[in-house]
């Protein structure tokens, strides 16, 4: 049974730093582009980052370039996003997914980061 | 890239049939036949119900549909059933590795 699942989100401080992480199971993760996406409260999907099967590409939404880094471990089966400096505006779900032919087919269940002085 | 727009709500009565839109651009929509539809129940996780415009993933039921023409996508729910009360996304690849999610669209049975 194919299946991600999500780990590390927290409540912080404006400034502070998460890194959330991202467990794959029953496939081969080292094929497959992987994805953060997220969701604010009462809010739709937003696409924040993406890693190439190999991790040597890398891509980021516009508003967390410079403070969010996506990484990958597939000798682990891992996926992470370590999250600098962040805003108020960085509360939501963050979920993770798998990439398969150019649609998100696997999803976790998703880890609350909520970000409140 | 902004955000490709959907109704904010569409409703059917059991058994009738709504149709979602979703418009975007030549740049994403219009060009790529990578269209993607999601739906979402309420503190659930995405799930995906139809990929590349038009198929679907095994176990979605075929009164689900896509279709695209132009700039605009649509879903669409045939013989509506009390579980299909739910949010719905659409989502296009716009190149570069850019995936663009729509505004949401919520559906009720009446």
């Known amino acids: 049974q194919m299946q991600v699942v999500e780990s590390g989100g927290d409540a912080v401080q404006p400034g502070a730093s998460l890194r959330l992480s991202c467990a794959a199971s029953?496939?081969?993760?080292?094929?497959?582009?992987m994805h953060w996406v997220r969701q604010a409260p009462g809010k739709g999907l937003e696409r924040v980052a993406v890693?190439?099967?190999?991790?040597?590409?890398?891509y980021y939404v516009d508003s967390v370039k410079g403070r969010f880094t996506i990484s990958r471990d597939n000798s682990k089966n891992t996926l992470h996003l370590q999250m600098n400096s962040l805003r108020t505006e960085d509360t939501a779900v963050y979920y993770c997914?798998?990439?398969?032919?150019?649609?998100?087919?696997?999803w976790g269940q998703g880890t609350m980061v909520t970000v409140s002085s | 890239q902004s955000a490709l727009t959907q109704p904010r709500s569409v409703s059917g009565s059991p058994g009738q049939s709504v149709t979602i839109s979703c418009t975007g651009t030549?740049?994403?929509?219009?060009?790529?036949?990578?269209v993607s539809w999601y739906q979402q129940h309420p503190g659930k996780t995405p799930k995906l119900i139809i990929y590349g415009v038009t198929k679907r993933p095994s176990g979605v039921p075929d009164r689900f549909s896509g279709s695209k023409s132009g700039n605009t996508a649509s879903l669409t729910i045939s013989g509506l059933q009390a579980e299909d009360e739910a949010d719905y996304y659409c989502?296009?690849?716009?190149?570069?590795?850019?995936?663009?999610f729509g505004t949401g669209t919520t559906v009720s049975v009446l």
């Open positions: 029953g496939f081969t993760f080292s094929n497959y582009a």
């Open positions: 890693i190439l099967y190999d991790g040597r590409s890398k």
């Open positions: 997914a798998r990439l398969d032919i150019y649609a998100f087919d696997v």
């Open positions: 989502c296009s690849y716009a190149g570069n590795y850019i995936f663009v």
């Open positions: 030549s740049s994403d929509v219009g060009d790529y036949n990578y």
